[in-house]
């Protein structure tokens, strides 16, 4: 069965950088929509990052990076093929990225550009970062 484990949380002060990771089983990442997501406490599931493989004749590792405004230009996806490893790269961390984040990966067909939660239907348990002033 597909299983996704997040690691790499924790409490920072503001201004400093964590890297989360996710370590998928079950499946073959390059092959599949993955993302990260974070909830703030007492509000809604909300997208980071998402990537979208593009495999074209010319490239066989290529894929679409997206990320949600709150995020952008300070967070960073990337992923790991040999490993079956999800990062989420974070820099310049601020209170309001205090979240519990999650790893997610879209096995359905097809599989699109999105940063919508619903079109993921396998997620890890979700790991705390916590940001201090």
């Known amino acids: 069965q597909v299983q996704l484990v997040e690691s790499g949380g924790g409490s920072v002060q503001a201004g400093g950088s964590l890297r989360l990771s996710c370590i998928a089983s079950?499946?073959?990442?390059?092959?599949?929509?993955m993302g990260w997501f974070r909830q703030p406490p007492g509000k809604e599931r909300e997208a980071i990052a998402t990537?979208?493989?593009?495999?074209?004749?010319?490239?066989?590792?290529?894929?679409?990076?997206d990320y949600a405004d709150s995020v952008q230009g300070r967070f960073a996806i990337s992923r790991d093929n040999a490993e079956s490893t999800l990062y989420l790269q974070m820099n310049s961390l601020n209170p309001e990225d205090t979240a519990v984040y999650f790893c997610?990966?879209?096995?359905?067909?097809?599989?699109?550009?999105?940063?919508?939660?619903?079109?993921?239907?396998?997620w890890g348990k979700g790991t705390q970062v916590t940001v201090a002033s």
């Open positions: 997610a990966a879209n096995t359905r067909f097809p599989c699109s550009r999105s940063l919508e939660a619903t079109d993921f239907n396998h």
């Open positions: 990537i979208t493989p593009h495999i074209t004749s010319t490239s066989s590792d290529a894929y679409f990076a």
């Open positions: 079950g499946i073959t990442i390059s092959r599949y929509c």
